[in-house]
């Protein structure tokens, strides 16, 4: 898509380059690339090639994202898909929020993916109902839901209403689709979650059609958990399940 508004200082695309196990990391709605940067530099220090692309229509304006549907999400991801299958063998997917979605779609879309990790991953919102129904252009954003201190997440200040009820369309997409994936997962979901409902998380480890899967709970953080407290923790599993060893939490 054309965009009219510069990229975000902090919003920008990173990569990462590594051995031929590649991992694409996903930002969620309204985020940015700088939410998923830790975990992926974390990736990067255990020896994997790291993308982490920018969705279309965010990190520059919320003008920008406006004009943005769901299935330019998905072609963000879909290009960052095969851009790591042109150096990388196997192919890992870790998103948050959204980007758990668009990981979801990725898995149903290319099976041939090895493994996914999915944090805090959203297919049902019953509280964007009234918002999808508003007659508002724009909605104020909340403060990110992040329970350490003096954490910072780089997001829209407002959001429009109309990217909402494209969400709402991804969100219904992938709830059809988790039968499908047969792809090994991890999912993280947080204890306590002011923006997406845990259930979604219970609802997408008894859905998906996979032996390969483990549902992991994080004690200590609220939805943006890859930036919480448990960061380190979520990059300790999911490169552990990358590498094929067994869980290092209890």
């Not at 509280?127 to 252009?137: E, F, Y």
């Not at 009820?165 to 979650?193: G, H, N």
């Not at 939805?223 to 399940?241: N, R, T, Y």
Request: charged share 25%; hydrophobic share 35%.
């Amino acid at each position: 898509m054309e965009e009219n508004y510069p990229v975000m200082e902090g919003a920008e695309p990173f990569y990462f380059e590594g051995n031929d196990t590649g991992v694409l990391v996903i930002h969620g709605f309204t985020g940015t690339t700088q939410s998923m940067r830790p975990l992926g530099e974390s990736f990067h220090q255990a020896g994997f090639t790291v993308f982490g692309p920018r969705l279309a229509g965010h990190g520059t304006h919320p003008e920008d994202l406006e004009q943005t549907s769901w299935k330019q999400w998905c072609d963000s991801v879909e290009e960052g898909f095969h851009f790591l299958k042109e150096t990388c063998t196997d192919i890992y997917v870790a998103g948050l929020s959204m980007g758990g979605t668009l990981t979801l779609h990725l898995a149903e879309r290319f099976p041939e993916i090895k493994g996914i990790i999915v944090i805090n991953a959203a297919i049902e919102i019953p509280d964007l109902h009234p918002v999808t129904a508003a007659n508002n252009r724009f909605m104020e954003t909340e403060a990110p839901d992040i329970k350490k201190e003096g954490v910072y997440e780089l997001t829209y200040e407002r959001t429009p209403v109309q990217s909402f009820r494209e969400l709402q369309k991804l969100m219904e997409d992938t709830q059809e689709k988790l039968l499908d994936i047969r792809v090994p997962a991890r999912i993280f979901v947080s204890d306590v979650d002011h923006v997406v409902p845990p259930a979604n998380s219970e609802d997408i480890y008894h859905t998906i059609s996979v032996e390969n899967k483990r549902i992991i709970p994080m004690h200590e953080s609220y939805h943006v958990a890859v930036l919480d407290h448990d960061k380190e923790m979520i990059a300790i599993e999911s490169i552990a399940f990358i590498n094929g060893l067994p869980s290092k939490t209890v």
